[in-house]
C-alpha cells in the first residue's frame, strides 16, 4: 500500500531521484515511483563525466549545468562516500570560442593543441545513485518498486506528480519526440590511466572516450539515434577498443571485464521543464528530455522542476 504523500516522483534514475531530494528537504512527503532499482537505471551506465552533451534548448542548458557543476564540486571533497570525484584531462578539437557562454563559468580551462584541458567533475554512478537514496531516506523520502501506466494513477495518490521518467515519457505522457540514442561501453582493466579523454564528432554515431572510474577503465563510445537494441554489439565493442587504443596503446591490451549498453532519453525541442493541471485540480510537473546529459543538468534541472511545485 502507498503511504500518504504530497509528491509521487515517476522515475528513480539521477532526474527522478534529485527532483525528490530538493522537494523532500522541503518537508514535503515525497515517494518515488520507479519500475527499475536505481542501479538498472539508464543513469547507473552512463560514464558520466560532466559536460553538456547532446542536450538542447542551449539558452538553458549552460545555466542548469553550471549549477549542477558548482554541486559537484563540493560533493568531491567526500568522494567516496558521494562517488564525485574532480579529474583533469582534454576534449580533443573543442577550443573556447566553439563554446556557449557557459564555459566563461568553467574554471582553469586552457586550450592545447589537442584541444580544451580542463578539471571536470567525473561521477561513480552506482555510488552516486545510492547517496542520493541515502540522503533522500534521512529527508523522509519513500522509494518504491512500482510500474506506472499512467499519471492518473499516480495523481489518485498525491496532489503533485512529477515526470522524470525519461524514455517512458514517450507513452506515458505521451510525447512522440523522446526518442532514445543508443550508448555502448566497454570496461577494461584500467593499464594506468588517471586522466580523461573525449573526441565527439555530432556528425557520427561513433564517438572516442575513456574515463579512469573505481572499477576500471571506461571505455566509448556510440550515439546511435532511434537504436533501442539493449544487448552489447561484439563488433562494435571492437571498434570501440580500437578507437581508444589510437589515442592510448596500451588500452589495447587491457582486459575486458565488462559491457554496458543505455538509451539515452532524447526529446526533438530538448529539455521539457513544464506545469500542467491534471482532472480533479492536481498538478503534473514534467522534467525529462535530458538526451546525452542527464547527470550534468541533473540540480540545475530539478530545482527548476522542484519550482514549478506550488
Known amino acids: 500500500m502507498c503511504g500518504v504523500a504530497d509528491v509521487i516522483v515517476v522515475g528513480g534514475g539521477v532526474s527522478g531521484l534529485t527532483t525528490a531530494l530538493l522537494l523532500a528537504e522541503r518537508g514535503l512527503r515525497v515517494r518515488v515511483w520507479s519500475r527499475e532499482e536505481a542501479s538498472a537505471t539508464t543513469s547507473a551506465v552512463a560514464g558520466a563525466l560532466w559536460w553538456p552533451y547532446r542536450i538542447e534548448?542551449?539558452?538553458?542548458?549552460?545555466?542548469?549545468?553550471?549549477?549542477?557543476?558548482?554541486?559537484?564540486?563540493?560533493?568531491?571533497?567526500?568522494?567516496?562516500?558521494?562517488?564525485?570525484r574532480m579529474v583533469a584531462g582534454v576534449h580533443a578539437g573543442e577550443r573556447l570560442a566553439a563554446l556557449g557562454p557557459w564555459a566563461r563559468g568553467l574554471d582553469g580551462v586552457s586550450e592545447v593543441p589537442e584541444g580544451l584541458r580542463v578539471t571536470l567533475p567525473?561521477?561513480?554512478m552506482p555510488v552516486h545513485l545510492r547517496w542520493l537514496q541515502g540522503r533522500l531516506a534521512a529527508a523522509g523520502g519513500?522509494?518504491?518498486?512500482?510500474?506506472?501506466?499512467?499519471?492518473?494513477?499516480a495523481a489518485a495518490a498525491a496532489r503533485v506528480v512529477v515526470?522524470?521518467?525519461?524514455?517512458?515519457?514517450?507513452?506515458?505522457?505521451?510525447?512522440?519526440?523522446?526518442?532514445?540514442?543508443r550508448g555502448q561501453l566497454v570496461v577494461v582493466e584500467?593499464?594506468?590511466?588517471?586522466?580523461?579523454?573525449?573526441?565527439?564528432?555530432?556528425?557520427?554515431?561513433?564517438?572516442?572516450?575513456?574515463?579512469?572510474?573505481p572499477g576500471g577503465l571506461v571505455l566509448g563510445g556510440t550515439a546511435e539515434v532511434d537504436d533501442s537494441r539493449a544487448e552489447p554489439?561484439?563488433?562494435?565493442?571492437?571498434?570501440?577498443?580500437?578507437?581508444?587504443?589510437?589515442?592510448?596503446?596500451?588500452i589495447a591490451g587491457a582486459r575486458v571485464t565488462g559491457h554496458r549498453v543505455g538509451l539515452r532519453p532524447a526529446r526533438d525541442g530538448g529539455v521539457r521543464i513544464e506545469a500542467e493541471a491534471l482532472p480533479g485540480g492536481g498538478?503534473?510537473?514534467?522534467?525529462?528530455?535530458?538526451?546525452?546529459?542527464?547527470?550534468?543538468?541533473?540540480?540545475?534541472?530539478?530545482?527548476a522542476a522542484a519550482q514549478l511545485v506550488r
Open 283 to 303: 498538478l503534473l510537473v514534467h522534467n525529462y528530455g535530458h538526451g546525452g546529459a542527464g547527470v550534468t543538468v541533473a540540480r540545475g534541472c530539478a530545482r
Open 163 to 181: 515526470n522524470c521518467a525519461g524514455l517512458g515519457a514517450r507513452e506515458l505522457v505521451p510525447d512522440p519526440g523522446v526518442r532514445p540514442v
Open 190 to 213: 584500467n593499464p594506468g590511466i588517471d586522466e580523461w579523454f573525449t573526441q565527439a564528432d555530432p556528425a557520427s554515431s561513433a564517438t572516442t572516450y575513456f574515463f579512469p572510474q
Open 122 to 124: 567525473l561521477i561513480d
Open 57 to 84: 534548448p542551449e539558452a538553458m542548458v549552460g545555466v542548469w549545468s553550471l549549477e549542477t557543476l558548482r554541486v559537484y564540486e563540493e560533493l568531491a571533497a567526500s568522494p567516496g562516500e558521494t562517488g564525485v
Open 233 to 250: 554489439d561484439p563488433r562494435t565493442a571492437e571498434e570501440i577498443v580500437a578507437r581508444c587504443a589510437l589515442v592510448r596503446p596500451e
Open 142 to 153: 519513500v522509494i518504491e518498486r512500482r510500474a506506472v501506466d499512467g499519471f492518473a494513477e
